[in-house]
């Protein structure tokens, strides 16, 4: 639908119901319309016949993110008009995001049972609207119904609940550990954005939880997402594992010996991740990544050399100076040769060894 202000003249913009004069919704905050003073007005055109103004004054309310809306907008939620029942819920969840201590007790008791009720409404960008307000406002309450939203017909929908769920499963442990294994069976959902939601989700439900029994639950199911057809799902995948971070590394050695080419580059990328962050977790993975120097695939040897200058251990020294004669490369990585982040890797470990051999391979580069 278009813009219902490129569709009117210009004399319907001095309609008292918006405020005054404006020449389009803006952020809410315009003299035209009133800023914070224009929101009586606005829940009068919320009110009224006219559609296109109900929806303009339900996109302003969601901008202005005022708290005394949410009456109003609740109502809205039964509107007849899909795009005004679904803009309302945005503003909803736009307000319920704010978690004012003046507005959060009346979003969990009124708004959040309105928007679960909507997450079975008959249309579609309702019912994603829904789940995305509810994740927005963060409700432990709404966890249940999202993960039966998980099923939903829609893919779009089944997307949004996943990311709904990761949310609130990131604030709120115990939503988050009931979360789990509907979202690791969603890895396995027909709709690839849907799998990269849910592989998203998982790592922010699990990096935090205090059990190391839960929070490694995920990791095989990750792990397995690794050889999944998608490169967002392998990516999110992969990122997800490094949020876990040390209790993924016993499952990352394994993978490293996996016949699937995405999985071991995948996993030796998440090492240099987790290097990074925890060295003394990623130093367990030292011997296992030095083993994957002799890897058939150059990619992989040229992770594996990345995440051993990150981890910086010296018994890597003698392979990478072994690679120094490894000219392998693919200009889509940075332009670097093995040879060139092998020379990175030993001044990044900078033990005399690694420093002189560094020099006289620099030397016979002509540099």
């Given at each position: 639908?278009?813009?219902?202000?490129?569709?009117?003249?210009?004399?319907?913009?001095?309609?008292?119901?918006?405020?005054?004069?404006?020449?389009?919704?803006?952020?809410?905050?315009e003299p035209g319309l009133g800023g914070?003073?224009?929101?009586?007005?606005?829940?009068?055109?919320?009110?009224?016949?006219?559609?296109?103004?109900?929806?303009?004054?339900?996109?302003?309310?969601?901008?202005?993110?005022?708290?005394?809306?949410?009456?109003?907008?609740?109502?809205?939620?039964?509107?007849?008009?899909?795009?005004?029942?679904?803009?309302?819920?945005?503003?909803?969840?736009?307000?319920?995001?704010?978690?004012?201590?003046?507005?959060?007790?009346?979003?969990?008791?009124?708004?959040?049972?309105?928007?679960?009720?909507?997450?079975?409404?008959?249309?579609?960008?309702?019912?994603?609207?829904?789940?995305?307000?509810?994740?927005?406002?963060?409700?432990?309450?709404?966890?249940?119904?999202?993960?039966?939203?998980?099923?939903?017909?829609?893919?779009?929908?089944?997307?949004?609940?996943?990311?709904?769920?990761?949310?609130?499963?990131?604030?709120?442990?115990?939503?988050?550990?009931?979360?789990?294994?509907?979202?690791?069976?969603?890895?396995?959902?027909?709709?690839?954005?849907?799998?990269?939601?849910?592989?998203?989700?998982?790592?922010?439900?699990?990096?935090?939880?205090?059990?190391?029994?839960?929070?490694?639950?995920?990791?095989?199911?990750?792990?397995?997402?690794?050889?999944?057809?998608?490169?967002?799902?392998?990516?999110?995948?992969?990122?997800?594992?490094?949020?876990?971070?040390?209790?993924?590394?016993?499952?990352?050695?394994?993978?490293?010996?996996?016949?699937?080419?995405?999985?071991?580059?995948?996993?030796?990328?998440?090492?240099?991740?987790?290097?990074?962050?925890?060295?003394?977790?990623?130093?367990?993975?030292?011997?296992?990544?030095?083993?994957?120097?002799?890897?058939?695939d150059e990619h992989v040897r040229w992770?594996?050399?990345?995440?051993?200058?990150?981890?910086?251990?010296?018994?890597?020294?003698?392979?990478?100076?072994?690679?120094?004669?490894?000219?392998?490369?693919?200009?889509?990585?940075?332009?670097?040769?093995?040879?060139?982040?092998?020379?990175?890797?030993?001044?990044?470990?900078?033990?005399?060894?690694?420093?002189?051999?560094?020099?006289?391979?620099?030397?016979?580069?002509?540099?």
């Amino acid at each position: 639908m278009t813009s219902p202000l490129s569709t009117r003249d210009s004399s319907t913009h001095d309609s008292p119901a918006l405020g005054g004069r404006s020449e389009s919704p803006g952020s809410g905050q315009e003299p035209g319309l009133g800023g914070r003073a224009a929101v009586p007005d606005l829940l009068a055109a919320l009110r009224g016949t006219d559609l296109q103004q109900r929806l303009l004054a339900a996109r302003v309310l969601k901008r202005l993110k005022d708290p005394q809306a949410i009456s109003m907008l609740l109502s809205a939620l039964e509107d007849e008009n899909t795009q005004v029942r679904s803009v309302a819920a945005a503003a909803l969840g736009a307000i319920g995001a704010e978690r004012s201590p003046r507005t959060r007790q009346e979003i969990r008791d009124l708004a959040v049972p309105a928007l679960i009720h909507a997450l079975h409404d008959r249309q579609v960008p309702m019912r994603m609207a829904a789940a995305r307000a509810l994740g927005a406002i963060g409700s432990p309450e709404a966890a249940a119904d999202l993960m039966d939203a998980l099923e939903d017909a829609s893919p779009h929908v089944r997307g949004l609940a996943a990311e709904a769920l990761g949310r609130i499963g990131g604030e709120h442990p115990s939503a988050g550990v009931r979360a789990q294994k509907m979202l690791a069976a969603a890895l396995k959902d027909i709709d690839s954005a849907v799998r990269t939601h849910a592989a998203v989700a998982l790592g922010r439900v699990s990096s935090d939880l205090k059990q190391h029994s839960l929070r490694i639950q995920v990791v095989p199911d990750l792990l397995d997402a690794f050889r999944d057809a998608s490169v967002q799902v392998r990516s999110a995948a992969a990122r997800s594992l490094s949020q876990i971070g040390p209790d993924s590394v016993p499952g990352l050695i394994e993978a490293l010996r996996d016949e699937d080419l995405r999985v071991r580059s995948a996993a030796v990328w998440v090492l240099e991740q987790i290097g990074e962050h925890d060295n003394d977790a990623a130093l367990r993975a030292v011997e296992p990544l030095i083993a994957a120097l002799d890897d058939s695939d150059e990619h992989v040897r040229w992770y594996a050399v990345g995440a051993l200058g990150v981890i910086r251990d010296a018994r890597a020294v003698p392979r990478l100076v072994n690679l120094l004669d490894d000219t392998d490369g693919d200009f889509y990585y940075n332009e670097k040769r093995i040879c060139d982040l092998a020379a990175e890797a030993l001044e990044r470990i900078g033990t005399p060894e690694a420093r002189a051999a560094v020099r006289i391979w620099r030397v016979g580069q002509g540099g």
